[in-house]
Each structure stands twice: as C-alpha cells, then as structure tokens.
C-alpha cells in the first residue's frame, strides 16, 4: 500500500484510479466485441451459449466498471478536484501496472483472460512513504490502489477533506446494475471505496460475484472446452491494438488499419467515443443545466454508449485490417485524438457537443451509403441524429442561470441535411444494437 499524505497526492491517486477504470473497462469491451456469435463462424451451438455468457459478464464488468469511474469522479469533487475522463492511448506497457500486465487491447483468449484476473486479484503490498511534494503513484494491483486511497480518506483532517458542493454528487441509478455511490463524508467515502473493492476484487469472505471471481470463472470454464476441443477459437481473428494512426503518448505504438473504408469506421467510432467523454464531463460538471436538462443530458450519454459505441465496436471487429496484415479483423481503438475536456462556459460545451453530432451523424450516414456497408452502420447514424435532436430540444427554453434561447437556434443550423436518407426514430424506439428501430411513421 502507498501512504498518501496530502490533498494534492489523493487528487493525483484519483485521477490514477479513473483512468485505470476508464482503462480496464475499454479493454473488457474490446474482448467482448471480438466474440463470435453465429455458428457460421466456426463454433458448435453449444459453445454459442458458453459465448453468449461469456459475453454478458464481461458487459457487465464493463458496465460496473463506468459505475465506479463515476464513483471515482464523486470522490475527486468532494476534495476539490475535478471530474477526470482523460487517458492515455493503446498500448501501454507499464504505466499504470507493471509490465506483466500491460494496458493492451487484445482479442478474448485464454490469455487475456489471466490478464484480466492479475488486474483484479487481491494481494496486499508494503506501505511506501511520499516525500513532501507529491510522490510518484505505484502499486500492483487494483485493490492496493484503492486501499491507500481509503487509508487517505481516514487519515487526513475531515474538517477540511470536504470542501466539493454536496450537490455536486452523482447518486442515480444509470440502468439496472450501475449505481454510483455519493461521497460527501468520510463514512460515505469509506463506503464508496468499499463498493469498489468488493465488486472488484472481492473481499476474503465474499469473492463471489467480484470482477476477480469472474474472470477466474471464465477462464476455467475456456480452459475446460479447449481441453474438450483444441481447436476452438471464441474469438473472431482481430488485430491486437488496432489503430488508425500512431500517437505520441503511446511509445509502443499499435496496428495500423491499412484497409480505407474500415480506417474511415474506426475513426468515426473513435470520435463518437470522444463525443460520449464529453457529455459525461459536461454532466459531471455540474453547471447550470435544469433537472430536465441535466437527465437528458444523462440520457443522451448512456444512448452513446449502448447505440453507438457498442455497435460499432462490434462492426469493427468483422471489418479487415489490410494492408499488412491479411486474414485479421480490426476493432474499437478507444483512440483519442485530442483534449475531451468541455468548456467551462455551459452554452459552448454544449455547442460543441451537439455540432460534433451532427457532423457524427452525417459522416455515418455518408459511410452507410458505401458498397456493401454493414447495416448496422445505418442504425448508428440514425441514433447519433436522434440523440442530437433530443439534447437541441432540450436546450430550446436557455439555462436557469443566463438563458440563450438563441443556443438551440445555432444547434439547429448544424444539423446535418439529410437528403431523406435519415428517418427519425422515436423516443419509445430502442437505440440498443442490432434491432431496427421504430419511425415517425411507425414503419
């Protein structure tokens, strides 16, 4: 365990645990999408099913995952610190674990399996001291991260620990399964960490259920078909880091999409992704939106992610990588080309959000209409223009604090011109992937 000895070394151990957890949930959606789900792909259907479940726990340690990033974001503003959503890119060797256990996205596999379980497992470290100016963070697990920042939570003053807005606190339930955990004490902040740790890697007495047991489950029950079936392959054949370019804060570099048409999908993914960052900082951020306002904000963000990114996630991996690498498929980069971050002033965040849609929107659009394009592309598009016109709506009346009715007036000058090529779905229309949604006209 590190010891952590002032508000700037807790800030800084924050913001190392959200991008772990914005870190790790990206590398369990990645293997998730590389599953296969058809028999046409090579498996029998009973190793369909042993797939499907395989699937559905890694989503869901996904989807735990996002709740704890935004427990993490609740714990930073109750200090003084600020909602984090930042990263650095794929590949990384030893930035945030040691090198056995690289920030690398990589098919679903044996493999990749026992990576998962070192990033989860419980094991306690020796206590390292700071100096005066805050130190360096290092640990080896998950849980010793956490640990050291709970020990903070104890130790410093409480009295002047607490100086977020209480308000300021997300405590809704996302969906069924992610519930974020308000800090406004230290008791409240000890059960928050706790919340993490346990759905993480477990605690002695209860590991069942943790992320840890998890992946321990699932690799024994992989283990046990290959030596059932050697042959059998769960995932599709997917690059390992595919990415569109290089990036400077990722040495190690990744693989670089050669085909054209699928470079043009991985970036629109990736910007789409960026897009979903920026709705959560501007809702974290707490600025002067109405309740209205800020649900639909809530609602627009969690669309992104089960509309846009999930999707396109999973069309990536049936897409070829080219150029030099014949046979293997691409997949989501979670690549991050700039700064995610809003504006501080509430009408320019949401400006840039809504416009970044619309470009979003008809850039999918565009690529739907190519030779042969997945279908699934169309639906993307078609959820990236509802969301947008949802948020423009939602801004019509201004903001409590200075409204400017004329924001939804410029929003609409954005949107993109259609050509008749987007039908509008409603808002009872699903946005979940794979299934079609619902017009105006009810066709």
Known sequence: MIEINSREELINALAEAAELEHGLLCQYVFAASTLKQHVEEGVTWPQTELIRGWKRALLTVARQEMAHLGTVCNLLTAVGGAPHFMRLNFPQSAS?????????????????????????????????????????????????????????FGSL?????????????????????????????????????????????????????SHYQTFVDAHAALVAELASDPSFAPARPVAVDPVTRQHRDAPLGGTVIGDPRTREVAEWFSVSYETTLMMLGQFYSFGPETPA????????????????????????????????????????????????????????????ILERLAVESEQGLTLAMEPDAHPRIQLCAENLGRIGDNLTRAIEGGFPTGPSPGLARKASLVRPATDGRLQRPTRTATARYGTAARTENGS
């Open 96 to 152: 945030y674990f040691p090198a056995d256990a690289p920030f690398t996205l990589r098919p679903f596999s044996e493999a990749t399996l026992r990576r998962f379980m070192r990033f989860e497992e419980p094991e306690p470290q020796a206590i390292r001291a700071f100096a005066i100016a805050p130190g360096p963070i290092s640990y080896q697990h998950v849980g010793e991260l956490y640990r050291s920042i709970e020990h903070a």
């Open 157 to 209: 003053d409480e009295r002047t620990l607490f100086i977020g807005p209480v308000a300021d606190q997300d405590d809704n339930e996302w969906s069924r399964g992610l519930h974020l955990w308000p800090v406004r004490d230290r008791a409240s902040a000890h059960k928050a960490i706790e919340f993490i740790i346990r759905e993480g890697e477990g605690i002695p007495q209860h590991r069942q259920g």
């Open 293 to 352: 306002q800020r649900e639909e904000l809530r609602q627009a963000a969690r669309e992104m992610m089960s509309g846009v990114v999930r999707p396109l996630a999973e069309v990536l991996t049936q897409l070829p990588m080219g150029g030099d690498h014949p046979g293997l498929n691409a997949g989501p980069g979670f690549e991050l080309y700039g700064d995610v971050h809003v504006s501080p002033h509430p009408e320019n965040a949401w400006y840039v």
